[in-house]
């Protein structure tokens, strides 16, 4: 069983439409993130979620939407793609979200905006 | 905020030489600094971590050290084979967030 899985593993889409990623996990963990990876592997947090409810809220464009239906659960929409946005999009979760416990990462989502 | 910056960008070794990775960071409250591993195409897992009461762990051939005075922490591999081939990534906690380093590609040649 994998512990942290998101879907898609590869999203390609045109310029200014609008696109979800669902992660999901089941290692009971209360706490889940958003990372963006770029094209030169810079790892940054973007959102995180304790409990369904929303902790880090990096400096994103509100074009991107976390939605935390429950704890096990953390979907990323973004409205408006831009071709910045192209990126691999990690999905992770942790037990309490005291930063400084270990991380599982989901298996990434590939966004890729023409 | 915290500012976490990682050397070399590149390293490149021979197999059966070891590697060192070296961090930096700024904030003296930092208290856990973790290693992540990323093969390509694959997704950053844990390989070791080391908290800020303890200046060295060991884990077989893998091996951090920390350095709170000076604020960096260090990791070294012995023995490299080609499957520790990956890009390396050090970390450091804030009160609220994890801090990633800029990333060190190693490649082991055979």
């Known amino acids: 069983d994998t512990a942290v899985s998101q879907t898609p593993k590869y999203l390609v889409t045109q310029m200014g439409n609008d696109k979800s990623i669902k992660c999901e996990q089941n290692l009971g963990h209360d706490t889940m993130y958003w990372y963006k990876q770029d094209s030169k592997k810079f790892l940054k947090i973007m959102f995180s979620y304790n409990n369904k409810e929303l902790i880090i809220n990096e400096t994103v464009p509100n074009r991107f939407s976390p939605k935390s239906p429950d704890k096990a659960h953390l979907n990323l929409h973004i409205n408006s793609l831009e071709l910045g946005d192209s990126a691999v999009y990690f999905c992770?979760?942790?037990?309490?979200?005291?930063?400084?416990?270990?991380?599982?990462f989901g298996s990434g989502t590939q966004l890729s905006v023409l | 905020g915290e500012n976490v910056e990682q050397h070399p960008s590149t390293l490149s070794v021979q197999e059966g030489d070891s590697a060192v990775i070296k961090c930096t960071y700024s904030d003296s409250a930092s208290n856990y600094f973790p290693w992540y591993k990323q093969e390509l195409g694959k997704r950053p897992q844990l390989i070791i971590d080391?908290?800020?009461?303890?200046g060295e762990k060991k884990d077989q051939r893998i091996a951090v050290t920390l350095n709170k005075t000076a604020k960096h922490f260090s990791l070294h591999i012995t023995e490299t084979q080609p499957e520790d081939s990956a890009v390396y990534f050090c970390?450091?906690?804030?009160?609220?967030?994890?801090?990633f380093g800029t990333g060190t590609r190693l490649q082991v040649f055979p």
């Open positions: 970390a450091a906690s804030t009160p609220d967030k994890l801090i």
């Open positions: 992770a979760s942790s037990q309490a979200g005291t930063m400084n416990e270990k991380l599982f």
């Open positions: 080391i908290r800020s009461n303890v």
